[in-house]
């Protein structure tokens, strides 16, 4: 039976092609769990409109029994009222060539309006998860403009790339990647970002001494990961989108439902200081999830190697935060 209450869930970039895959999947209950009705509000550029609107058709023909309607905007206050779910995945993608540095002052625009009507008239219980890149600045700026929603309703998605190491390391393993446990994303979602498997275990084994090849591990599957976003650029003629939907899916249900016992995912929440991450920038940790609350796993060792790799990550994501206070964005 579904729950009579729907759940309002607002995606931005309704039109764009990673709003394409997304949207199928959470009108047929994958978000929250298919015993949840979802209300979906689709903001768009006036230009994209109507080929939102096209899509709300597709949805509707999909008869999908979680999908309680569909409404598009094209009016960050009107899309965002009562939302208690926000992808704010509408941005401009990276094409060949282009750095996600210089992604900044053309997205960054957009996430101060989105962070102000979130924090004017969304839901209480209101989460946010930024996909548009660069996903951890852009989260930031939205969560300064939001200053009475908790910061930690704040997230940015670095759970496709940790994704793509657990389908990595179970390639090299020959594994599934239910074998996997406690891999993390440490960092920004940029080519910095640092893949640790230091405390990552196959079957309850150490994955590096499972893999016993640290020249593997350090120049050829950190790369591979970190890499990954410009090897489908360049690959596909296009970013990664369904790949990219199906961690928006993981990171929202993981986020409600909670990490599996003795395991942890990855996302990047804010800083409350921990690992020498300073306090506010929203950065790549190793997570646990619960009664709808992540929480920064504590207490791990961090060697020389993984120091030096999340310092370097991290000192993008200050230099990031720089160059916004200076074009005056938050
Ligand atoms: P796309 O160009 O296909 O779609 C983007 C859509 O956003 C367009 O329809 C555009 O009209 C819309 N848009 C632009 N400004 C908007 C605004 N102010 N309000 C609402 N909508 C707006 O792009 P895409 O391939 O769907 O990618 C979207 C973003 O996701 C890009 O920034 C891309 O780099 C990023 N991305 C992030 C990850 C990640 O792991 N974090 C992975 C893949 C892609
Ligand atoms: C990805 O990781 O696939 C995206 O963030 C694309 C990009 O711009 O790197």
Redesign the pocket.
Same mark, same amino acid.
């Given at each position: 039976m579904l729950m009579a209450e729907p759940i309002n869930v607002t995606v931005?970039?309704a039109?764009?092609?990673?709003?394409y895959a997304l949207l199928f999947r959470i009108a047929s209950g994958q978000l929250l769990g298919a015993d949840k009705k979802v209300k979906l509000r689709l903001?768009?550029?006036p230009a994209?409109t109507r080929a939102a609107e096209g899509t709300a058709l597709e949805l509707e023909d999909g008869a999908f029994p979680a999908l309680a309607g569909v409404d598009v905007f094209d009016n960050p206050k009107q899309a965002f009222e009562g939302t208690n779910v926000a992808l704010l @995945? =509408?941005?401009?993608?990276?094409t060949k060539g282009m750095e996600r540095g210089d992604l900044l002052e053309a997205n960054g625009g957009?996430f101060k309006p989105q962070g102000e009507a979130i924090n004017a008239g969304a839901a209480s219980d209101i989460k946010v998860l930024v @996909? =548009?890149?660069p996903?951890n600045t852009n989260a930031l700026i939205a969560q300064q403009h939001a200053p009475d929603v908790p910061a930690d309703r704040f997230t940015a998605?670095t759970r496709?790339d940790h994704n793509r190491a657990l389908a990595q390391l179970a390639g090299k393993l020959g594994v599934s990647v239910e074998a996997l446990k406690k891999v993390t994303i440490w960092g920004n979602?940029s080519a910095t970002q640092y893949p640790d498997v230091s405390h990552a275990t196959v079957n309850g084994s150490s994955v590096r001494d499972a893999i016993n090849d640290q020249a593997w591990l350090a120049d050829e599957f950190i790369p591979r990961v970190a890499k990954r976003?410009a090897e489908i650029i360049e690959v596909r003629g296009a970013?990664?989108?369904a790949s990219?939907a199906s961690?928006a899916i993981d990171h929202v249900y993981t986020w409600v439902n909670g990490t599996a016992e003795g395991d942890w995912t990855s996302a990047a929440v804010v800083s409350d200081g921990s690992y020498g991450v300073p306090e506010g920038l929203i950065s790549s940790f190793p997570v646990t999830a619960k009664d709808g609350r992540f929480e920064i796993v504590q207490g791990l060792e961090i060697d020389e190697f993984s120091r030096t790799r999340i310092d370097a990550s991290v000192a993008e994501l200050v230099e990031e935060r720089e160059a916004v206070r200076k074009l005056g964005l938050i």
């Amino acid at each position: 039976m579904l729950m009579a209450e729907p759940i309002n869930v607002t995606v931005t970039g309704a039109a764009g092609q990673i709003g394409y895959a997304l949207l199928f999947r959470i009108a047929s209950g994958q978000l929250l769990g298919a015993d949840k009705k979802v209300k979906l509000r689709l903001l768009e550029i006036p230009a994209a409109t109507r080929a939102a609107e096209g899509t709300a058709l597709e949805l509707e023909d999909g008869a999908f029994p979680a999908l309680a309607g569909v409404d598009v905007f094209d009016n960050p206050k009107q899309a965002f009222e009562g939302t208690n779910v926000a992808l704010l @995945v =509408g941005a401009r993608p990276r094409t060949k060539g282009m750095e996600r540095g210089d992604l900044l002052e053309a997205n960054g625009g957009i996430f101060k309006p989105q962070g102000e009507a979130i924090n004017a008239g969304a839901a209480s219980d209101i989460k946010v998860l930024v @996909v =548009g890149n660069p996903a951890n600045t852009n989260a930031l700026i939205a969560q300064q403009h939001a200053p009475d929603v908790p910061a930690d309703r704040f997230t940015a998605m670095t759970r496709l790339d940790h994704n793509r190491a657990l389908a990595q390391l179970a390639g090299k393993l020959g594994v599934s990647v239910e074998a996997l446990k406690k891999v993390t994303i440490w960092g920004n979602h940029s080519a910095t970002q640092y893949p640790d498997v230091s405390h990552a275990t196959v079957n309850g084994s150490s994955v590096r001494d499972a893999i016993n090849d640290q020249a593997w591990l350090a120049d050829e599957f950190i790369p591979r990961v970190a890499k990954r976003g410009a090897e489908i650029i360049e690959v596909r003629g296009a970013s990664s989108a369904a790949s990219a939907a199906s961690a928006a899916i993981d990171h929202v249900y993981t986020w409600v439902n909670g990490t599996a016992e003795g395991d942890w995912t990855s996302a990047a929440v804010v800083s409350d200081g921990s690992y020498g991450v300073p306090e506010g920038l929203i950065s790549s940790f190793p997570v646990t999830a619960k009664d709808g609350r992540f929480e920064i796993v504590q207490g791990l060792e961090i060697d020389e190697f993984s120091r030096t790799r999340i310092d370097a990550s991290v000192a993008e994501l200050v230099e990031e935060r720089e160059a916004v206070r200076k074009l005056g964005l938050i």
